[in-house]
RNA sequence: GGGCUCGUGGUGCAGCCUGGUUAGCACACUGGACUGUCAAUCCAGAGGUCGCGGGUUCAAAUCCCGUCGAGCCCGCCA
């Protein structure tokens, strides 16, 4: 009989019934003990499950076992006994058996834990960077991890078998245009020169395209120097990027939507998951209904355009901002005319915290309305005020008066309030949309000058003769997000691969023909030797596998994140490097004052 | 860069609004008891510059100011 493996045999979690009267080798982490003097319990963890193991108080074991604190490493080799059945326990997968310790090795032992692992308490996220290691014992962030594993192989399959092929760009390359903050990696060889770390391989997978590929894609990291939000994971993070040749904007549609359909059902767990082809909507039209460009659809609120209810009328606070150009927009409430005075107050404060005077209202019931301003509405207007909203008796209706994108933005965050204040938001869907038609350039405020709205390199509808001839502000872009439950997945674009057009879409921007040149001069010079046209788009990994995990924070599915301040508390990242490092890379360093005591710049 | 919230033994929280006892509870830790538990239980113990600095006061964890740190948000995110 061949030897018994030194440190298992099985795996803790796939003990069963029909183990019984084996003798097996477990190693694991002791994740709880329960002491009874002539009996102990110790409960064995691996990656795979738990397993209740037992001496008895004849064991010479017990004296060290007993003394064995939480999250010890431990080898045990014993046999698989059945349990009593009033000692089953169906909470574990493994609760018909337990293991009879015959023998016991100590691996590792553990010192007394900062943190609790065998416990799902809410913890400091502080606490649980620090001791990453350990957080990520604990069932929660465990699986979210493994979750992500399976995620993104399954992208990885469904990518290679809708006919992509997979490759790698440089992490080391030039800092891009534009965009974000770049992360700059100083140069040795050449003084005073800097690499930047990519904020996506936008300019590689164009060139790939250029090089004559047709399907590219890539786990790609993204890095870049911009501060953290709950959804957001400051310096680093992944997108599912995806580029292809000879395509129109539903050619990529038709190749992206199969493969995020089919990773969200097959990890959904039952919940419902928009089918192809998935709703588009024209950024105009978001902006407008749900006043923003992100729509959650489980909300099904829409917003009403109720200008015209309110011009002319004798309620002066929107009648007179309307006669000079403002808006007003309205969200319904259904049923909340039985909600009581507190909910408006709540929500007019609420209005007040975002910035808005506060948040206008009519109640309509009993066959009437009430409300703050409701005498100023006749009947001729209210009627008006249904027909557009839809609102019927028993409902409310809130309304934002200004100019137009600020009433959009706030009608927006009104809906998104509203669904969730009133329950309307629908439970264990996954809402997919994609939002198309955006503005190739937007007016900078501050400025006064015309930027790029999102990708400088998307071909802007209507190609050179839009450029030439239209309000620059007008022009819409083959540019579109996907869009699921109101979070933003990725952007995308039909690319513009002609130089002629290049040229004349960066000068409406403020570039000249040299600064193009110098800033993509590689990508721009290869699309002048016969440059396919292409699109594509990038989901985010982590925000995917953030919405399949249920978690609200980008963090609880990144295995070792940064805080919010861009710092691995951990690895100790960003830390000092010594001065002889900086001299080879021909760096003095010109730091701000330090006289408090400067314990932020450690 | 700005706004809001938070900071109390190793860990999570209470106490603060309305200043005044020995700063309380749970988990972990140490010692003891216990033959079947599965969040084991029971008894005992150790462990605290109440983030830091200043102020008000007879007296500050508590009130005020400043500062540092964390989270969320705004800015930023082609």
Do not use: C
């Given at each position: 009989m061949a030897p018994m493996h030194?440190?298992?045999t099985h795996t803790c979690g796939e003990l069963r019934r029909e183990h019984t009267g084996l003798t097996v080798r477990l190693s694991g982490w002791l994740h709880r003990k329960r002491d009874h003097a002539n009996v102990l319990f110790l409960d064995l963890r691996d990656h795979y499950g738990v397993v209740q193991c037992v001496l008895d108080g004849a064991s010479p074991l017990?004296?060290?076992?007993?003394?064995?604190?939480?999250?010890?490493?431990?080898?045990?080799?014993?046999?698989?006994?059945?349990?009593?059945?009033?000692?089953?326990?169906?909470?574990?997968?493994?609760g018909e058996v337990e293991v009879a310790v015959g023998e016991l090795t100590i691996q590792s032992t553990a010192d007394p834990l900062p943190l609790p692992v065998n416990s799902d308490t809410e913890l400091p996220e502080e606490t649980r960077l620090r001791y990453r290691f350990l957080d990520l014992r604990r069932e929660r962030l465990h699986r979210n991890i493994v979750l992500r594993s399976r995620v993104i192989a399954s992208i990885r399959r469904r990518m290679i078998e809708s006919g992509f092929m997979e490759f790698q760009t440089p992490i080391l390359t030039s800092s891009s245009p534009e965009g974000a903050r770049d992360y700059l990696v100083p140069s040795r060889v050449h003084p005073g020169k800097f690499y930047a770390l990519p904020q996506a391989p936008q300019q590689f997978k164009q060139l790939l395209m250029t090089s004559g590929f047709d399907r590219y894609f890539q786990i790609a990291p993204c890095f870049r120097d911009e501060d953290g939000r709950a959804d957001r994971s400051p310096g680093e993070f992944y997108q599912l990027d995806v580029e292809m040749a000879f395509v129109t904007q539903e050619d990529v549609f038709a190749a992206l939507e199969p493969v995020l359909h089919g990773v969200?059902?097959?990890?959904?767990?039952?919940?419902?998951?928009?089918?192809?082809?998935?709703?588009?909507?024209?950024?105009?039209?978001?902006?407008?209904?749900?006043?923003?460009?992100?729509?959650?659809l489980r909300n099904p609120l829409l917003i009403a355009d109720v200008t015209e209810v309110f011009r002319g009328s004798t309620f002066s606070a929107f009648a007179t901002p309307v006669a000079s150009g403002a808006v007003?927009?309205?969200?319904?409430?259904?049923?909340?005319?039985?909600?009581?005075?507190?909910?408006?107050?709540?929500?007019?404060?609420?209005?007040?915290e975002q910035g808005a005077p506060?948040?206008?209202?009519?109640?309509l019931a009993d066959g009437g309305a009430r409300g703050p301003i409701a005498r100023f509405l006749d009947a001729d207007r209210l009627a008006q005020l249904a027909a557009a909203t839809g609102a019927r008796d028993g409902d409310a209706c809130f309304f934002v008066c200004d100019g137009k994108p600020a009433a959009?933005?706030?009608?927006?965050?009104?809906?998104?309030?509203?669904?969730?204040?009133?329950?309307?938001i629908e439970p264990n869907a996954f809402r997919f949309c994609w939002v198309t038609d955006f503005p190739m350039y937007e007016l900078n405020e501050d400025t006064k000058k015309i930027e790029f709205s999102h990708n400088p390199f998307s071909m802007p509808q209507g190609g050179l003769e839009v450029l030439e001839k239209a309000d620059p502000l007008t022009i819409k872009a083959f540019q579109y997000d996907i869009v699921c439950n109101g979070v933003e997945l990725s952007s995308g674009a039909i690319r513009?691969?002609?130089p002629?057009?290049?040229?004349?879409?960066?000068?409406?921007?403020?570039?000249?023909?040299d600064e193009v040149e110098a800033r993509f001069g590689g990508m721009l010079n290869a699309f002048k030797y016969g440059a396919p046209p292409h699109g594509g788009s990038a989901p985010g990994i982590d925000r995917i596998v953030m919405l399949l995990a249920g978690e609200t924070n980008i963090r609880e599915v990144i295995a070792f994140p940064m805080n919010q301040q861009a710092q691995d508390l951990l690895m100790q990242a960003p830390g000092p490097v010594a001065p002889e490092r900086l001299k080879e890379l021909h760096i003095k360093l010109d730091l701000p004052n330090a006289d408090g005591e400067g314990s932020s710049r450690r």
């Open positions: 030194s440190l298992r017990l004296k060290t076992a007993e003394a064995l604190r939480l999250e010890s490493v431990i080898t045990v080799t014993g046999q698989v006994v059945a349990r009593a059945p009033d000692a089953i326990n169906p909470r574990l997968a493994t969200f059902v097959e990890f959904a767990e039952g919940a419902a998951v928009t089918p192809p082809p998935f709703p588009r909507i024209p950024f105009g039209e978001a902006m407008a209904k749900y006043g923003s460009d992100k729509p959650d007003v927009r309205a969200v319904r409430a259904p049923g909340a005319a039985a909600q009581p005075r507190s909910f408006f107050d709540k929500l007019g404060q609420w209005a007040r506060g948040l206008g209202y009519v109640i959009e933005r706030l009608a927006g965050r009104v809906r998104l309030r509203l669904g969730e204040e009133l329950g309307l513009n691969h002609r002629d057009i290049m040229y004349r879409a960066f000068a409406i921007a403020g570039y000249g023909r």
